[in-house]
């Protein structure tokens, strides 16, 4: 089956500054892939360029293709957009009220988001629709509550009941957890993955934590200075990085289980761990070193490192890097 979303050489610039260089990204049906990289790697903004929610003086070029939609994403005009987003491809972000409406009621906004899609087929349906929607988000009989009668996690929760309405092909989650207290976020990271399994939608999601990552994730993607450095299966680049970037990250974490694989990493026990912290600053938006983007920081460069390093391996699992960890001459 062909891929839900291809992202095909995808760069972001600003006033010719570029923010993110050359970003190949497949995901598919049904499968849940990882977007990891410490903050300013270029993670957020690769997600609003498929969403076409970049600010105005921010450009995106290259390709953005999703199953269902029969036109090219990047360049696409808001009026194409808005009939995307919200049915095909959704979006769960940090901060919840920045989805909801304060003045509407929870239930009126579920429902609505299913009549502008006209995939229900009057407002009757779609109330009941939102009830369920709801109910399947532990959140029962909240139909008429507004949203600052609620709690963040309750929030969170109505927005994933919103994404989620129209059964979506591909659900984008940036930092969907990051906000809230560690309590709850299990719960969220366990009603996303329900929530995608039942519709079998794939899932793009975007965290610093490594933890979240491998019990959520069967992909992950690694960017730093705005591109991706390795790609592969989350056991196989949690247990054998290849690029140094993803060996530092890795080496300095504390994901002790990911040795054994993704279904040992418990949630329900897991304290949040944040991306680790790797000598050196990462450089402004614009000022990465050419050639590798890491070299500035890297203990394994050479001159050879001046120069960009290609991507080797398939285009779902590789890395960019001239002298990788796990290599017989490294
Ligand atoms: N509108 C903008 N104008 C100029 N630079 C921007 C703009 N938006 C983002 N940037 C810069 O682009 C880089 C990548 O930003 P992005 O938000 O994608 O990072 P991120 O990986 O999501 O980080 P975080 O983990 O902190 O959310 C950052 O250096 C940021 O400062
Ligand atoms: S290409 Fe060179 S600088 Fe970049 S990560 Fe690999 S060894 Fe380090
Ligand atoms: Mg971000």
Same mark, same amino acid.
């Given at each position: =089956?062909s891929d839900v979303l291809t992202v095909q050489g995808l760069t972001v610039s600003v006033r010719d500054v570029a923010l993110v260089s050359d970003v190949e990204l497949t995901v598919? !049906?049904?499968?849940?892939v990882?977007l990891?990289g &410490?903050?300013?790697s270029g993670k957020s903004l690769t997600a609003l360029s498929v969403l076409g929610l970049l600010p105005e003086d921010v450009l995106a070029a290259g390709s953005v293709r999703l199953s269902?939609v029969d036109h090219e994403l990047i360049g696409a005009d808001?009026?194409r957009m808005? +009939?995307v987003?919200?049915?095909?491809l959704?979006?769960?972000?940090?901060?919840? =009220?920045?989805? $909801?409406?304060?003045?509407?009621?929870?239930?009126?906004?579920?429902?609505?988001?299913? $009549?502008?899609?006209?995939?229900?087929?009057?407002?009757?349906?779609?109330?009941?629709?939102?009830?369920?929607?709801?109910?399947?988000?532990?959140?029962?009989?909240?139909?008429?509550? #507004? !949203?600052?009668?609620?709690?963040?996690?309750?929030?969170?929760?109505?927005?994933?009941?919103?994404? $989620?309405?129209?059964?979506?092909?591909l659900?984008i989650?940036?930092?969907?957890?990051?906000?809230?207290?560690?309590?709850?976020?299990? =719960?969220? $990271?366990?009603?996303?993955?329900?929530?995608?399994?039942?519709?079998?939608?794939?899932?793009l999601?975007i965290?610093?934590?490594?933890?979240?990552?491998?019990?959520?994730?069967?992909?992950?993607l690694?960017m #730093?200075g705005g591109r991706v450095v390795?790609s592969?299966?989350?056991?196989?680049?949690?247990? +054998?990085?290849?690029?140094? #970037?993803?060996?530092?990250?890795?080496?300095?974490?504390?994901? &002790?289980?990911?040795?054994?694989?993704?279904?040992?990493?418990?949630?329900?026990?897991?304290?949040? +761990?944040?991306?680790?912290?790797?000598?050196?600053?990462?450089?402004?938006a614009g000022?990465?070193?050419?050639?590798?983007v890491?070299?500035?920081?890297?203990?394994?460069?050479?001159?050879?490192?001046?120069?960009l390093?290609p991507w080797?391996?398939?285009p779902t699992?590789?890395?960019a890097?001239?002298?990788?960890?796990?290599?017989?001459?490294?």
């Open positions: =089956m598919g !049906p049904g499968e849940r990882g990891i &410490e903050s300013g269902g808001e009026r808005s +009939r987003r919200g049915r095909h959704a979006m769960v972000f940090q901060e919840p =009220m920045t989805a $909801l409406n304060p003045t509407m009621r929870v239930g009126d906004q579920v429902a609505e988001a299913m $009549l502008i899609h006209r995939t229900r087929s009057s407002r009757r349906a779609a109330r009941i629709a939102a009830a369920e929607l709801l109910e399947l988000v532990q959140l029962p009989g909240v139909m008429r509550t #507004y !949203p600052h009668q609620l709690s963040g996690g309750q929030r969170q929760r109505v927005v994933l009941a919103l994404a $989620l309405a129209n059964d979506p092909a659900l989650c940036d930092e969907p957890t990051t906000a809230l207290d560690v309590t709850v976020q299990a =719960m969220v $990271l366990d009603l996303i993955m329900r929530g995608v399994a039942a519709r079998e939608s794939a899932l999601f965290t610093h934590d490594l933890a979240v990552v491998a019990t959520v994730c069967q992909r992950v690694v #730093y390795e592969g299966p989350v056991t196989e680049v949690f247990t +054998r990085p290849r690029h140094r #970037y993803t060996e530092g990250l890795i080496a300095a974490s504390d994901l &002790e289980s990911a040795d054994s694989g993704p279904a040992d990493v418990g949630l329900a026990t897991s304290a949040p +761990r944040r991306l680790p912290t790797i000598p050196g600053n990462v450089p402004p000022q990465f070193p050419d050639g590798c890491f070299r500035n920081r890297c203990a394994h460069a050479t001159e050879t490192c001046a120069t390093p080797t391996g398939t699992q590789g890395f890097c001239h002298h990788p960890a796990g290599a017989s001459d490294a």
